[in-house]
């Protein structure tokens, strides 16, 4: 079975400033690794993911996060926060031979000062 | 090429009445999965199904939910007999091929409210 937990159900950050939302996970195999985004009202979108391979995993709007074995953490990671990135993030994890579904974290509501 | 789609956006029912929640999965997509989220909480995932198959019904509610994926047609998430702590957001993405690794596309999201 696999868990996440998300550190901060809210982080607050000024605009152009380093966004950093924390996941730490739980498996007992190697896992997959997923950041969404969801937009009030909306379903989620797909940031990144990383599977296997490089551990440093490039996704869009300027986001990337890195898959740390040792820590058993995929924190993402904006340079430059800006207005539009205010949403909910959500971390999640699938494993091979694991349940079909994935398993979110509780999410971490990002505010950006202006 | 459009994505998930999902009816109603918005559904309100009385106690006791049924819901039934829509999902068009996206073109080429046969792999279906539902997800419900409550407040402040994360997605729970509840069913994996494909054309005309249940795989993964181990989030489900043993009782009054149901789920099907016909030959032809939207998916669709039945619930009966609904009480209050149904009041939620329902999920449903689909991806193209099954596996864990795969890429889930999510649709907008039904929201539920029981009165």
């Known amino acids: 079975a696999q868990s996440v937990t998300q550190l901060g159900s809210h982080v607050s950050v000024s605009e152009g400033a380093l966004v950093l939302l924390r996941c730490n996970y739980s498996?007992?195999?190697?896992?997959?690794l997923f950041w969404y985004v969801q937009y009030p009202n909306q379903g989620l979108q797909l940031l990144l993911k990383?599977?296997?391979?490089?551990?440093l995993v490039k996704g869009i709007n300027g986001f990337e996060a890195e898959f740390k074995k040792s820590e058993t953490s995929f924190h993402l990671t904006k340079p430059s926060a800006h207005m539009s990135d205010a949403a909910e993030y959500f971390c999640?994890?699938?494993?091979?031979?694991?349940?079909?579904?994935?398993?979110f974290g509780k999410g971490t509501h990002l505010i950006i000062q202006p | 090429n459009a994505g998930v789609m999902q009816n109603p956006r918005h559904l309100v029912r009385r106690r006791g009445q049924e819901a039934r929640l829509r999902c068009s999965p996206m073109k080429g997509h046969s792999h279906v999965y539902w997800y419900r989220q409550l407040p402040e909480e994360g997605l729970k995932f509840m069913v994996y199904l494909q054309k005309e198959n249940i795989i993964d019904e181990s989030g489900m509610p043993k009782e009054r939910f149901s789920a099907e994926f016909p030959k032809e047609g939207p998916s669709i998430l039945r619930i009966q007999q609904v009480v209050r702590g149904d009041s939620a957001a329902y999920f449903c993405?689909?991806?193209?091929?099954?596996?864990?690794?795969?890429?889930?596309?999510f649709g907008p999201g039904t929201r539920l409210l029981v009165l």
């Open positions: 498996s007992s195999v190697p896992p997959y």
């Open positions: 993405a689909s991806s193209p091929y099954s596996g864990t690794q795969e890429t889930q596309y």
């Open positions: 999640a994890v699938s494993a091979p031979g694991g349940a079909d579904g994935l398993t």
């Open positions: 990383y599977t296997t391979g490089a551990t």
